[in-house]
């Protein structure tokens, strides 16, 4: 485990010794036998190194014997207790292959999501239902009409449950057959991803009624249900749709910069672990406290080698426009999904129109990078 700790070389040093023990089997330190807890259960500090006079970088060894493969375990191990202190963050998390591989993988990842759609180069596009407040028919036209813009993907906004004024059931069929039924004009494919959210016997009621009805693809919110939950769904036999992570309530944890979790692991790490296919989070340059240095590391952690887990497809999010086409794609490359909120509605081109305006953009984009 990396982590950040603010405050002198004294404080840094007395928080790394800390972080060893209330991060394992937290106890006073006087409480703790001699012997093989001791010995073998409690963290190590591996380096301690300064970055700043009130800034250092403390590289923590825990023993991996205290994970048991799911995300609770592990979210204990490296920010349970931390948490509820300041000066604390979490930057990184290595695992062993044999440890790693422990944990769900995302069922589809970016290739898999890719030969789903049929798109092997260019971004992904995803279109967002929204406002709240429309009725599940005017739903389901917005949908045809992004549908009918082409557009790779479809979902839900995340505000969007069983609301009288808008039943799930309701909202799900009339959404999922108006998509289809463009799908067939068009001849492309488009997955839709309701938002399903709840205690754990409604997620899986709601996920069974989604697909049956069309669904292609599920919205969850690891902050709300859990990433233990995420990853159930994501393992369930009979469920085999794309996951689509979206963030709402994780952002107390990456706010602050000098306590929490580093954009990377929250955004990028953790929900990949969880078996998500494609993590949702706010793009720099916005009023979001994000840079462009984290969405960088959020791709890499999307990517990189991860004891045979696929990579999966991080997003630029977040008001986007065609402006930042370029900007996203050099940053990102190809392999990112574009998601289209209600910038995409400001103008007076109909939406239909702008959405194939901007997926040939995209492409042309794609075709001069190198």
């Known amino acids: ?69 799911t995300m609770s375990a592990l979210l204990h191990m490296i920010i349970g207790m931390a948490g509820l202190q300041g000066q604390i963050r979490v930057t990184d998390l290595s695992l062993p292959d044999a440890v790693a591989s422990r944990w769900t993988r995302p069922r589809y990842g970016s290739r898999g999501l890719r030969d789903l759609l049929r798109v092997p180069r260019r971004p992904l596009i995803c279109a967002v239902l929204k406002p709240l407040g429309y009725s599940p028919q005017q739903l389901a036209d ?69 697909m049956q009805a069309g669904a292609r693809a599920l919205l969850l919110c ?5 990433f233990d939950a995420v990853a159930s769904l994501a393992q369930l036999s009979s469920l085999s749709l794309p996951l689509l992570a979206h963030p709402d309530f994780l952002g107390s944890h990456y706010v602050t910069p000098d306590s929490g979790i580093a954009p990377a692991m929250l955004f990028g790490l953790l929900p990949r672990l969880a078996g998500a296919d494609v993590t949702i989070y706010p793009t720099y340059g916005l009023n979001y406290p994000i840079s462009e240095e984290d969405c960088r590391q959020i791709a890499a952690a999307c990517r990189r080698a991860l004891g045979g887990c696929p990579p999966i497809l991080p997003t630029a999010a977040g008001r986007m426009t065609a402006s930042r086409i370029r900007e996203m ?15 995409l509605r400001r103008g007076p081109t109909p939406i239909r129109s702008a959405c194939l305006d901007f997926r040939r953009l995209v492409e ?5 990078s190198p």
């Open 364 to 368: 042309a984009e794609t075709c001069s």
């Open 142 to 210: 917005l949908a045809h009409e992004f549908a009918l813009g082409e557009v790779d993907l479809i979902k839900d906004d995340q505000s969007l449950r069983d609301h009288p004024f808008c039943r799930f059931d309701e909202r799900i069929a009339r959404c999922a057959e108006a998509i289809a039924k463009a799908s067939r004009q068009t001849g492309k494919r488009c997955l839709y991803a309701p938002h399903i959210s709840g205690p754990w016997p409604s997620l899986v009621e709601q996920a069974a009624k989604a």
């Open 222 to 226: 690891p902050g709300l249900i859990g």
């Open 329 to 343: 794609v050099t940053l990102y490359g190809s392999d990112i999904v574009f998601i289209l909120g209600s910038d």
């Open 1 to 69: 485990m990396e982590y950040r700790l603010h405050g002198s070389a004294a404080d840094a040093r007395r928080r790394a010794d800390l972080l060893c023990i209330d991060q394992t089997v937290e106890a006073a330190d006087h409480v703790i036998p001699s012997g093989a807890i001791r010995d073998q259960l409690l963290g190590r500090v591996i380096q301690l190194e300064v970055i700043t006079p009130d800034s250092h970088r403390a590289v923590l060894s825990f023993p991996v014997e205290l994970l048991d493969g």
